[in-house]
């Protein structure tokens, strides 16, 4: 008898337009960025371009001045921590910028070759690795800088004194990004 009357109320509130449903909701930016890659695989191309909108408005208003939310860029040098506004030029991956030499760390967590169907076909390395060029080169970062893979931080990158921190999860959002856009950029 019970299963009855439960049954009839889910029917009825479904009927009324409420009870449960099948729509999960979107994930937000923060949530998004602390989950592992895989997961955002899942999202609908829109939501994951809509993250990453998100994603650069909020690191546009970071630049304007102190956020009460985690920076999404965080820079710390042994003068203190800096702030610093996401890329405008994301996927403008200079080939050999000067004095730069980038070196992937990969002692815990290795970038992955394999091409993705996301992103046209690059692999998560190649990806990640033009995001940190790119990162870096508008940052104005000299020297030789480890690139790390740093999964589930409430960050999108951080650099800390010689070590870029990559949020995986950036790198997903930033694939959703280059369905839309051209090729030409990424070497």
């Not at 970071?62 to 003068?79: E, K, N, R």
């Not at 993705?116 to 000299?142: D, V, Y």
């Amino acid at each position: 008898m019970t299963c009855w009357v439960l049954a009839l109320a889910a029917w009825g509130l479904g009927a009324c337009g409420g009870g449960v449903s099948s729509f999960s909701p979107s994930p937000s930016l923060e949530k998004a960025l602390a989950s592992p890659p895989e997961m955002l695989e899942y999202e609908a191309l829109s939501t994951r371009q809509a993250l990453w909108e998100e994603l650069l408005a909020q690191a546009q208003e970071q630049a304007l001045g102190p956020s009460p939310v985690q920076p999404l860029f965080p820079i710390f040098t042994s003068t203190g921590f800096v702030a610093k506004q996401g890329p405008l030029e994301l996927l403008h991956c200079p080939e050999n910028p000067a004095g730069l030499v980038l070196k992937l760390d990969e002692r815990r967590e290795s970038w992955s070759d394999t091409p993705k169907e996301n992103g046209r076909g690059l692999s998560e390395k190649k990806l990640a690795r033009c995001l940190a060029l790119s990162l870096l080169t508008q940052w104005q970062i000299k020297g030789e800088v480890n690139l790390q893979k740093v999964t589930r931080s409430p960050y999108a990158a951080a650099y800390v004194e010689g070590s870029l921190r990559l949020n995986p999860s950036f790198v997903s959002l930033a694939a959703a990004f280059l369905e839309v856009v051209s090729l030409e950029a990424v070497p």
